[in-house]
């Protein structure tokens, strides 16, 4: 075989590795735009719902698409396209309002026209108080292995959907509020870790999410640690997983 024979081999080999390698970033790309994107969990708010270390997917195609369903929001068109209406009591990721570019992911709470506001601890939708029963407490380790107990409560919205919450503090910061009306093509989203959350309850921080801002529904969790060991500790990783987390589905 002749020098100028192994060349065009090689060539059309480097050729098909890099059509694959294309063709499997294109399907990614799709698959993430377009079906599920996943991401992780970096803090508390949504106690005991969705722990720090949990990596969950998101549905794109649950509330149709919009420019924030695309990496880095490109501005190609406004509004969605192949809406669906979300729920009272999806657990969502959206873009923070104010900056467009940041996720969060919180409980929606609020449909616009809605009126929704806190007292004593206790959520009201439109006049009336959301029931809201106490169950057993959560407990939560600090890094010391530490155990503080946190009152959890089980919310039933109207709709019937229920979840649990977190109440830390008597009287926390955002226990007693005025009432917001939330308006159309917007919703109230707040954090199932009532008294650690920074939602819709802080106007100038998060305020109400526009319809456009939502990226998806959370659906499941397919990992989750407690980051205990670093990303090279790979010896450590079957220790740190919270194997009875993997598949449970975002409630």
Same mark, same amino acid.
């Given at each position: 075989?002749?020098?100028?024979?192994?060349?065009?081999?090689?060539?059309?080999?480097?050729?098909?590795?890099?059509?694959?390698?294309?063709?499997?970033?294109?399907?990614?790309?799709?698959?993430?735009?377009?079906?599920?994107?996943?991401?992780?969990?970096?803090?508390?708010?949504?106690?005991?719902?969705?722990?720090?270390?949990?990596?969950?997917?998101?549905?794109?195609?649950?509330?149709?698409?919009?420019?924030?369903?695309?990496?880095?929001?490109?501005?190609?068109?406004?509004?969605?396209?192949?809406?669906?209406?979300?729920?009272?009591?999806?657990?969502?990721?959206?873009?923070?309002?104010?900056?467009?570019?940041?996720?969060?992911?919180?409980?929606?709470?609020?449909?616009?026209?809605?009126?929704?506001?806190?007292?004593?601890?206790?959520?009201?939708? !439109?006049?009336?108080?959301?029931?809201?029963?106490?169950?057993?407490?959560?407990?939560?380790?600090?890094?010391?292995?530490?155990?503080?107990?946190?009152?959890?409560?089980?919310?039933?919205?109207?709709?019937?959907?229920?979840?649990?919450?977190?109440?830390?503090?008597? !009287?926390?910061?955002?226990?007693?509020?005025?009432?917001?009306?939330?308006?159309?093509?917007?919703?109230?989203?707040?954090?199932?870790?009532?008294?650690?959350?920074?939602?819709?309850?802080?106007?100038?921080?998060?305020?109400?999410?526009?319809?456009?801002?939502?990226?998806?529904?959370?659906?499941?969790?397919?990992?989750?640690?407690?980051?205990?060991?670093?990303?090279?500790?790979?010896?450590?990783?079957?220790?740190?997983?919270?194997?009875?987390?993997?598949?449970?589905?975002? !409630?």
């Amino acid at each position: 075989m002749s020098e100028k024979t192994n060349t065009v081999e090689q060539s059309s080999g480097t050729i098909e590795t890099v059509k694959t390698i294309g063709y499997a970033l294109l399907i990614a790309l799709v698959i993430r735009a377009l079906l599920f994107q996943p991401f992780s969990i970096p803090s508390g708010s949504m106690l005991s719902t969705l722990l720090i270390g949990d990596y969950l997917f998101v549905s794109k195609y649950a509330y149709g698409y919009s420019k924030h369903s695309l990496p880095f929001s490109p501005p190609l068109f406004s509004g969605r396209v192949f809406a669906g209406e979300p729920e009272r009591g999806d657990v969502i990721v959206f873009k923070l309002p104010r900056d467009g570019r940041t996720d969060y992911i919180k409980r929606l709470i609020g449909l616009p026209g809605d009126k929704i506001q806190m007292r004593s601890g206790q959520l009201f939708i !439109n006049g009336e108080a959301v029931p809201r029963e106490r169950v057993e407490d959560f407990l939560e380790e600090d890094r010391y292995g530490n155990i503080s107990r946190i009152p959890r409560y089980r919310e039933t919205l109207p709709n019937g959907k229920t979840y649990l919450t977190l109440d830390e503090l008597r !009287n926390g910061p955002g226990d007693n509020t005025g009432v917001f009306t939330v308006p159309a093509g917007h919703y109230f989203m707040m954090g199932d870790n009532r008294d650690n959350s920074q939602d819709s309850r802080i106007p100038g921080a998060v305020g109400y999410v526009p319809f456009e801002n939502l990226v998806g529904r959370a659906e499941f969790i397919f990992y989750s640690t407690d980051g205990s060991a670093s990303f090279w500790e790979f010896w450590r990783w079957p220790s740190v997983t919270r194997w009875g987390r993997i598949g449970q589905g975002v !409630n």
